[in-house]
């Protein structure tokens, strides 16, 4: 290995960018269908949620394996010729939210690679914090990148393992990868799921008509292709799947588990599960919590929608105030949480919602919401209630203030500048977004409200404690590859 003090060509510092959202894998083994591409392609559908930017599906068969790709949504990627085209025994998709590595179709997942024992294709989930050292490692050694994603950097270390099978390469490497990954592989016959050491994002397993598998990184991919729930892949595991197979080789065990608390705060979609627990029901419970840690006198419970509904719907049980919507959500806009850019953030507040002057004129609001993270979009949100005629707006969030970054899948890698809860306190943040009072669901409360020990989870945004140790030379930004091989 490499010291890092060779590698320090990677390291940049730039302006804050977004924080996005977690990626979407979706894996598929079904021998005897030919809708098996069509069938991938509606996976992805379902976890559109989880990133907006590239898509893509790889198709394995006849001892090859086919892949388009392309910028944007599933619907804007795929039409129907490409999707009859490809066929095969077994397909990986791909949905992308950048965490390292610019939005362009270079970065676009999954990537192909060719082992020894043949070709493979892999899309992730996570962040390999490490990945610049890796990569360094691996040009000193001759390989040539086409793309600046750690997720290429994994597909190159695989390829070159000496070991004569796909499964023990991937054992070989897993302990070089710091941070987090949830992986799918295909090869022309295997569907591979990989999950790091301490679980950081989700990945689960389905069984699909008794001769099928599905791998997908929440468990609302599995319904529209009536594929049965069995199990998460655990951490630090590889699960190999064949028609009538499933093989698992414990490569790592975890010191401890880790997995990414905002999943089931916002990430995931509400009919999902994780850990064995409902995200839908998870977030009425934080908002139960929150109606008890913070009551106030009001007209009307509102979501902002739709994250936030069943937060609001949790606290207006407990309050026992009338639950109301007080905004209209055109549901043809993208999340602009995790829009890269930030005018087009600012801009999409007005086009994604309009408030029902007639339901909120006059009223004490309590507006009820998953999270503020910079405070771009709420404070605009609290402008068209006051507009609409809003008495009081009474601001009620369902986590803790985010005071430090994500380095583990979630793009706010730059620094703490960006995040608003990190720059003020409380009241500063309530007359900076235009609210009459604002709370925060304090941490055990939450966690409270998951019903898992809180040592199942990552709560480093809030608290600083990180899993997995973050160098600070590490610390970075997802443009730190492509800037490098810029100045190079």
């Known amino acids: 290995m490499i010291s890092q003090a060779d590698c320090d060509c990677f390291y940049s510092r730039s302006s804050s960018r977004a924080w996005g959202d977690a990626c979407g894998v979706f894996g598929l083994l079904a021998p005897s269908t030919d809708d098996l591409s069509r069938m991938c392609y509606f996976g992805l559908f379902a976890l559109q949620h989880r990133g907006q930017e590239s898509a893509g599906i790889a198709v394995g068969g006849n001892g090859g394996i086919d892949v388009h790709t392309g910028m944007g949504l599933a619907t804007e990627v795929f039409d129907e010729d490409d999707l009859t085209r490809m066929r095969g025994e077994t397909a990986l998709g791909h949905v992308r939210y ?16 060719e082992h020894s024992s043949g070709p493979f294709a892999v899309a992730h989930n996570g962040n390999v914090v490490n990945a610049r050292a890796l990569r360094c490692e691996l040009e000193d050694c001759g390989t040539e990148f086409e793309a600046t994603s750690d997720t290429e950097v994994i597909t190159q270390l695989i390829a070159r393992s000496p ?77 190999t799947l064949t028609p009538n197979d499933l093989e698992s080789m414990q490569v790592m065990d975890p010191d401890r588990k880790a997995c990414c608390i905002f999943e089931f705060i916002y990430f995931a979609r509400p009919d999902s599960h994780i850990y064995g627990r409902s995200i ?19 007209d ?52 994604k919602l309009t408030p029902l002057r007639e339901a909120v004129a006059g009223k004490r609001l309590v507006v009820v ?40 899948g979630i793009d706010t890698s730059a620094g703490r500048s960006e995040l608003i809860a990190a720059r003020m306190n409380k009241q500063q943040i309530c007359e900076h977004l235009g609210a009459d009072s604002l709370e925060f669901l304090h941490l055990p409360n939450l966690v409270k409200a998951v019903g898992l020990p809180k040592s199942n989870f990552c709560t480093a945004c ?6 997995i140790p973050v160098p600070d030379d590490l610390r970075g930004t997802k443009f730190d590859l492509e800037e490098a091989t810029a100045r190079a």
């Open 280 to 298: 839908y029901q998870s977030r009425v419970r934080m908002g139960h919590m929150l109606a008890r840690q913070a009551p106030i006198d009001a």
């Open 369 to 408: 919401d998953d999270s503020i993270v910079r405070g771009t979009t709420t404070g605009p949100e609290i402008g068209l209630l006051r507009d609409a005629g809003a008495r009081e707006i009474h601001l009620r969030i369902s986590c803790p203030p985010i005071k430090y970054p994500c380095f583990y």
């Open 462 to 467: 809030f608290n600083n404690r990180y899993p």
């Open 300 to 351: 009307m419970v509102m979501p902002v929608p739709e994250t936030g509904i069943p937060h609001a719907v949790g606290y207006a049980e407990i309050a026992d105030i009338p639950f109301g919507e007080g905004f209209i959500k055109n549901r043809y806009i993208h999340r602009t949480f995790i829009k890269p850019s930030q005018r087009m953030r600012s801009l999409g507040v007005r086009m």
């Open 163 to 239: 070991q004569d099978s796909i499964e023990k390469a991937i054992a070989e490497i897993m302990p070089q990868l710091e941070g987090a990954y949830s992986l799918g592989i295909i090869t022309p016959d295997r569907l591979i799921a990989v999950r790091d050491p301490q679980g950081v994002r989700p990945l689960c397993i389905g069984r699909l008509n008794h001769e099928g598998w599905v791998v997908a990184s929440e468990t609302c991919a599995l319904h529209p292709l009536g594929a049965d729930y069995m199990r998460e892949v655990e951490p630090g595991e590889i699960v």
């Open 98 to 113: 950048s965490t390292m590595g610019s939005n362009v179709i270079e970065n676009a997942q999954p990537f192909i690679g």
